[in-house]
Each structure stands twice: as C-alpha cells, then as structure tokens.
C-alpha cells in the first residue's frame, strides 16, 4: 500500500475495517479451494494407485490369477475391511484358489526421490518372485534401469527371503552387491553407475521382507482359506 493509503486508513477507521474484511474473505475462499481441490483430487490419486497396484499384482505373483486384499493387525492377518486399518497385504491365487504369492508395497529414499515397488513374496520358496516400480524420480537412462535393465530384473526371479529360526526375521540379509560378484541367493547384482538408486531396492525390499515375512508365515493358513 503507498504512503497516501496508509495515511488514508489511519485517517478512516472505516476503511481498515473494510481492508480487514476484504482480506478475511480472500483468506477464507482460498482455504475453502485448498480443501476442495484435495477433497476433488484424493478419490482420482487414490483410484490410479489401486489401477497400478491391480496391473503390477499379476507381474509379481507368477500364476496368480485373482486376488484377495487382507490387513496386518495387532491380531494377527484379516480380510481387508473398510474398518480396518494397518499394511495391506495382496494374496494372489491361480484359477484353483491355490495361494501362488503376497504381493507388498515397500519404499525407500532413491537417488532423486522415495522409490516405491510392489513385490512378490512367495511364501513356499520364502523367496521374493518380481518387483514392479508403482512410483519413481530415477534419472532416466541411470537411475530408472531399476525397472528395466534385465540383468538387475533377474535378482528378483528367486531372491531368498528365507525367515531364521525364531520366526522374528531373515535367515540372510538382502544386500546389494557390485555388478557381477553375486555369490548368494538373497545378494542383489547392482547396476553399475546407479549404485544409489539399486541399494535403495536392496534397503526397502530388506526391510520390509524382515518385517513382514515371518508375519506372512505365521498367518499362511489364513492367506491360503481366503481364496
Ligand atoms: C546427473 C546425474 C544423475 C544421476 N542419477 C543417478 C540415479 O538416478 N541413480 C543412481 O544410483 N545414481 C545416479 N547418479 C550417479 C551417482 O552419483 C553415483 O555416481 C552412482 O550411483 C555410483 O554408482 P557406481 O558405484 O556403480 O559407480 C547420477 C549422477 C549424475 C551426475
């Protein structure tokens, strides 16, 4: 406001008041569209995340031809309900109703930004079976060969996950490895020149497979009845 304005308005109290108004609407309407935008948004986002989630499920799980969702609960493994809430676990079944795998999100911190997958576990071979990026910022050409580079997609055919004998965690860490010097089923083959981006996979797939693997495990009786 110039000098003459603020002059003005300590001359007319009036005015002040209807500067004060003026600019308590324009601070309302604004919230008001903030809100709205989320509230017109959040259905759409999340109806592409359960579309990605859909199309990547069927990639991770070889043979999985439908699918049931259920909920990792203080009580254990239950049907996915509107009530309940915790991680949600996908249970892939072939055309029989035979469990073929547990599809899961993970993410972690890449290069650029969090990278987030879903991935196949199958509880039979206690071993991951696929990956699939939902979301990612890679650097093309570097970074995101994480979703394509077949050498790297070939970790994923068989990565052990196998639980310890206590049932708390993995036998075996999965850890990232130089390109080209995997000894070991539950070791990932880097890409070479994206180390960041392939030890984000390895982080988010180790954590999330120490954690809910022994879950998977215990509560398989209920993943194979809920076909
Ligand atoms: C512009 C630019 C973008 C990069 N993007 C990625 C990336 O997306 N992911 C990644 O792992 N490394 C990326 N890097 C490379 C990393 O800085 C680092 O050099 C690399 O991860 C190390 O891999 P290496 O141990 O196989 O040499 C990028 C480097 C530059 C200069």
Redesign the pocket.
Known sequence: MSSEGINQAALDPGLTVRMLRTLGLVATLSGLLVVLSYRVTLPIIEENKRLAIERALFKVIPGAATRQDFVVTDQGIQKASEELEGITLYAGYDQDGRLKGVALEAAAA???DVIRILYGYDPYCQCIRGIEVLKMT??PG???KIAKDPVFLENFVALEARVDVSGQGLEHEIVPVKRGTKTQPWQID?I???????NAVARMLNDSAQQMAPIILKDIAILEAGA
């Open positions: 890449g290069y650029q890679e650097t570097i970074g995101d880097s070479s020149g994206a180390t960041i981006s392939s």
